[in-house]
């Protein structure tokens, strides 16, 4: 089955400095998506992508981070200036619709801020 | 954000007997709601669905209930069997937007 997949499974990076998380989604969905989960809460939206273009995003997606579809297969994420706080596993989904369709998971990566 | 809450932080069933999982939304928009099921170490997986013009879906031991009114859904799982033992999210989406609750841990016991 196919499933999305998501490197490096873990991230390490010194505050401040620029980090991207790449995902590929299943290769006939057309949404893509990012989520977070900070360890002990609850996972929480970040953003959705169709199109090349961001279709929406939470008040968590804010202008340090962005994100691209660089090529026909992958999806990444960016953080621009990483904070202590931005330390959770980022999780990326994808579905085929973007509405009554479940988003497939892929299994995270940890990112961890020091 | 508590658009989506699962009051119940554990729940734990003997195996053989029914777990039911609660579920309540604030936002009238979603029209769309699902069940992930997660292990340590891995993504969401998802298990069932509902859309909002149903009040029921049916899944072999998994059901799913939607009562909009309420705005309320559960998850039933008939007979529970311990390898469900895993933290189970709902989730409501309205298009694109999806929002989870902050999970139950369901523990079934052999």
């Known amino acids: 089955e196919p499933e999305v997949t998501q490197t490096p499974s873990h991230q390490v990076t010194q505050m401040g400095q620029e980090v991207i998380l790449r995902c590929v989604p299943i290769s006939n969905h057309l949404y893509f998506y990012w989520y977070r989960q900070i360890l002990g809460q609850k996972v929480e939206f970040l953003v959705s992508?169709?199109?090349?273009?961001?279709?929406?995003k939470s008040e968590i997606f804010d202008d340090q981070f962005s994100v691209e579809r660089p090529d026909g297969s992958n999806f990444t994420l960016k953080i621009r200036s990483t904070k202590l706080e931005d330390s959770a596993m980022y999780f990326c989904a994808s579905s085929f619709l973007d509405s009554n369709q479940p988003q497939h998971f892929g299994d995270g990566t940890r990112l961890s801020i020091l | 954000d508590q658009q989506v809450k699962q009051n119940s932080p554990s729940l734990s069933v003997q195996e053989g007997r029914i777990s039911i999982l609660n579920c309540d939304y604030t936002?009238?928009?979603?029209?769309?709601f699902l069940w992930y099921k997660k292990y340590p170490a891995e993504g969401p997986t998802f298990l069932i669905s509902?859309?909002?013009?149903?009040d029921k879906n049916e899944d072999g031991r998994f059901t799913v209930f939607l009562n909009k009114s309420a705005k309320h859904l559960s998850l039933h799982i008939v007979p529970s069997q311990p390898g469900d033992s895993a933290v189970y999210f709902c989730a409501a989406s309205a298009r694109n937007d999806m929002r989870f609750g902050a999970g139950t841990r369901l523990t079934v016991k052999p």
């Open positions: 936002n009238s928009m979603f029209d769309y």
């Open positions: 509902i859309s909002s013009i149903k």
């Open positions: 992508f169709y199109n090349n273009e961001i279709s929406e």
